[in-house]
């Protein structure tokens, strides 16, 4: 709301953000419990309220886009780096058994991070503010509706 009297809410850092997204806390507040499986997080955190997705139907494009950069980036650098170390004798046999058994592995073990991780840059470039929040903790069920949106 554009005549909020109430101060601007203050963002955390961005490397709090992002260090609390990758050890899979909630972003804004740092609270913890927010995973409900791990394919699935809590609807909200249980700290502060915050809607995990933001109350958007495509937010998962965002973490699946952030699962796949950690995950087929990290598996590159392991197997450029093992070509680097071995080099010549590079084991080849156990990079092609290995590298597609990483392929699919890495995108499941690093899911629930990509979520809490694209939750982070999501609040570092479209921060909370006190409409959205105290929407986040009302039982309004329907979509948040940013001022710009309307
Ligand atoms: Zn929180």
Redesign the pocket.
């Given at each position: 709301m554009q005549n909020d009297p109430r101060p601007t809410l203050r963002r955390p850092s961005a490397l709090k953000l992002l260090a609390r997204g990758v050890l899979f806390?909630?972003?804004?507040?740092?609270?913890g419990g927010?995973m409900k499986s791990w394919f699935h997080l809590k609807p909200?955190?249980?700290?502060?309220?915050?809607r995990t997705e933001r109350g958007e139907e495509d937010f998962f494009l965002g973490a699946m886009v952030v699962n796949i950069a950690i995950a087929e980036g990290l598996l590159a650098l392991i197997l450029v780096g093992v070509m680097y170390g071995t080099w010549p004798r590079v084991p080849w046999l156990a990079l092609e058994i290995g590298g597609p058994v990483l392929m699919v592995a890495a995108p499941i073990l690093f899911y629930p991070v990509s979520k809490t991780l694209w939750l982070a840059v999501e609040l570092l470039f479209r921060p909370l503010t006190h409409e959205e929040l105290d929407w986040h903790r009302s039982s309004d069920e329907t979509t948040f509706r940013r001022q710009e949106d309307r």
């Open positions: 806390r909630c972003p804004w507040c740092g609270g927010l909200r955190c249980p700290t502060c309220g915050l």
